[in-house]
Antibody, heavy 119, light 108 residues
Framework: QVQLQESGPGLVKPSETLSLTCTVSGGSIINYYLSWIRQPPGKGLEWIGYIYYTGSTYSNPSLKSRVTISLDTSKNQFSLKLSSVTAADTAVYYC?????????????WGQGTLVTVSS | SSELTQDPAVSVALGQTVRITCQGDSLRSYYPSWYQQKPGQAPVLVIYGKNNRPSGIPDRFSGSSSGDTASLTITGAQAEDEADYYCNSRDSSGNHLVFGGGTKLTVL
């Protein structure tokens, strides 16, 4: 059974770069997209972007200039970097395996990790 | 604002049928996926594609689409179905993914 687990600092200072890693276990990342999704406290879900196993990336236009998603197939991991963070970037960050075949779905999801932006 | 619009809140009596809707132009071209999220938990996929349920999702959950509106129907709602529900699909460009704002379902 495929499982995903996010890891990274829970506190980031304003203007710095948020860095998270998602480790995929129990299955391959080959032939899949891998997404980052976030949810500010008390609010809805926001797709950040995804990376295909070949390395191609696609990001939410509203975040694109600040987002970098990368992949390490040897470790079955993918990572998110979000630069120049502000308090508005405080959220639970999820990673999810993503199917994209004309329509899309996310399954499974990691448990999520809360990242707080504060000095 | 999201390109997919959901009612913020819906309620249903225990055992009755409820429909949660998601509206957006992109739904004319792409099937949505639907997620259930309970407090403090990660979202869980409940419907994807035309009307497909992942393993372990009860058959009281079903999906349908017509024009620019997609629906998640729960037939015979149970207390454990009380949760937030989100739809997801492509944006109007077809190049990016977007979520609806979510619907809070209360089972009375």
């Amino acid at each position: 059974q495929v499982q995903l687990q996010e890891s990274g600092p829970g506190l980031v200072k304003p203007s710095e770069t948020l860095s998270l890693t998602c480790t995929v276990s129990g299955g391959s990342i080959i032939n899949y997209y891998l997404s980052w999704i976030r949810q500010p406290p008390g609010k809805g879900l926001e797709w950040i972007g995804y990376i295909y196993y070949t390395g191609s990336t696609y990001s939410n236009p509203s975040l694109k200039s600040r987002v970098t998603i990368s992949l390490d197939t040897s470790k079955n991991q993918f990572s998110l970097k979000l630069s120049s963070v502000t308090a508005a970037d405080t959220a639970v960050y999820y990673c999810a395996r993503t199917y994209s075949s004309g329509w899309d779905w996310f399954d499974p999801w990691g448990q999520g990790t809360l990242v707080t932006v504060s000095s | 604002s999201s390109e997919l619009t959901q009612d913020p809140a819906v309620s249903v009596a225990l055992g009755q049928t409820v429909r949660i809707t998601c509206q957006g132009d992109s739904l004319r071209s792409y099937y949505p996926s639907w997620y259930q999220q309970k407090p403090g938990q990660a979202p869980v996929l409940v419907i994807y594609g035309k009307n497909n349920r992942p393993s372990g999702i009860p058959d009281r959950f079903s999906g349908s689409s017509s024009g620019d509106t997609a629906s998640l129907t729960i037939t015979g709602a149970q207390a454990e179905d009380e949760a937030d529900y989100y739809c997801n699909s492509r944006d109007s460009s077809g190049n990016h993914l977007v979520f609806g704002g979510g619907t809070k379902l209360t089972v009375l």
